[in-house]
């Protein structure tokens, strides 16, 4: 590389620091081009244009620093003038001011209007509609309002299983719950493997528990409604209950679908402990739309639950038939950490950072832990940058500092579960619990 001068050297970290300012690398790439550098002008010309395509300065730039020579611009033609005869003095008018124009392009003779539209008409509409509409139009004025769903079906086809990070147990789970059914039919016919079914996600919050729901529409091929406790609520009576039988119309019609119900223990609390006879009624609807009719309307609706605390949910939604299969989503292992560390790193100026090391440094830390933990490291970077008035990267210091300030928000949360499962494991309900707690010595 070339000397550079200490402007140049001081722009260049700068966009480092902020990839996605435009106007600031923009401003670099003008001064590249200055010195000579017509190359580096370039590239830095195309990432800005990568981050706003329609950016008139970079493309000009960009057009510069290639040589391409810029487009004349073009003046407007003057409108030509129709001569006109002169007036006699009998046909001067008397009390028309002479600015104002005597017809309309209406009113100009040999002015076609129907071949005006047809020539711009991929670009203008008509200028009137003729016809009667025969459907009522919705809000949006784009149909019948009984064929639109009140319920947003996403289609999370990007998001697959590969992009979860690690947790190799809870996919071989998922794999022989919902995913190897799905992609073997002949099998699935053969051992009467239903295509419905439900599953409940718990553990730590901020596991990834609903991204992995998502993971599964995504393996699926499927749809994606995900709802919560302010999804149904209502303060008029029985319009709870309508909420929850349109979410389940909705999945039925969309099959496959998956229903992801987040904070399950809010929405479907034990009705022994709910004093509200509507959050009682909520609970009802909801297991008879778990059953459907003789289980045939569930049929490609797969439903996923997530909560942190699974010993506060109705024991009805768990029996089987409904959420019949439990799955502990524990804080991410090493691979996951890796993976989710740098995700988060990814877009961040950073050097020189081990993160076999730092994964070491976040035993039990769940995926909003690691977050936190970059978010923390650029603050200091920032703070050390704003004082010294010289930008610098991300190291390992810092990070290693903000991990060490930082303790893993699952602690209190497997406090609680330990009392659980020493006491409250009927039926082995939380096997796989009482398994981790003893290979962690927490029990």
Known sequence: MPDESPLIRSLRAAVAAAPEDVPLRLHFAELLLTEGRGDEAVTEAAVALQHAPGDLAARTLMARAMGVPAAPERTPAAPAVPEQAPATPDEAPTDTPTDTPTDTPAERPGFDWDA???????????????????????????????????????RPGAVRLADVGGMQEVKDRLEAAFLAPMRNPELRKLYGKSLRGGLLLYGPPGCGKTFIARAVAGELGAGFISVSLSDILD??????????????????????????????????????????????????????????????????????????????????????????????????????????????????PIESVDLGKLVKATEEFSGADLAHVCESAAEFALLDSARTGTVRMINMKDLLAAAKQIRPSSESWFASARNVAMFANDGGMYDDLVAYLKKKRKL
């Open 116 to 154: 005006a539209e047809q020539e711009v008409g991929h670009v203008v509409g008509p200028r009137f509609v003729t016809g009667e509409v025969e459907q009522p139009l919705t809000a949006d004025g784009s149909g019948d309002p009984g064929d639109a769903s009140a319920w947003d079906v996403d």
């Open 235 to 348: 303060m008029y009576i029985g319009t709870s209950e309508k909420n929850v039988h349109d979410i389940f119309e909705t999945a039925r019609a969309q099959a496959p679908c998956v229903v992801f119900l987040d904070e399950l223990d809010a929405l479907g609390a034990k009705r022994s402990r709910t004093h509200h006879s509507g959050l009682r009624n909520v609970v009802n609807q909801l297991l008879t739309e778990l059953d459907g009719i003789d289980g045939a309307e569930n049929e490609g609706v797969f439903v996923l639950a997530a909560t942190n605390v699974p010993w506060d949910v109705d024991l009805a939604l768990r029996r089987p038939g409904r959420l019949d299969r439990t799955l502990l989503v524990l804080p991410p292992d090493a691979p996951a950490r890796e993976a989710i560390l740098r995700y988060h790193l990814r877009e961040r």
